[in-house]
C-alpha cells in the first residue's frame, strides 16, 4: 500500500515541477498575469496533495 502512495506522490511532484516551470515560462514570455495566476494556484493545490499523499505513505510504512 504505501509504494502505491510512494508512486502517487512522486507522481504529483514531477506535476507540480512541470506546472511551475510552465508558470515561470509564462512570466518570462510577458504572457497574461490571469494565466500565472492560475498556474501558481494549481501549483500550490499539487504541493498540498503531494504532501499528503507523502504523509499517508508514511503512516502506511510505519515510519
Known sequence: MATLFNILAILVM???????LRGLINMMRGG???ASNKLMQA????QFV???L????LYFSGG
Open 43 to 46: 501549483r500550490v493545490f499539487l
Open 54 to 57: 507523502i504523509m499517508v505513505a
Open 50 to 52: 503531494a504532501l499528503v
Open 14 to 20: 514531477i506535476a507540480v515541477v512541470v506546472v511551475l
Open 32 to 34: 497574461s498575469g490571469n
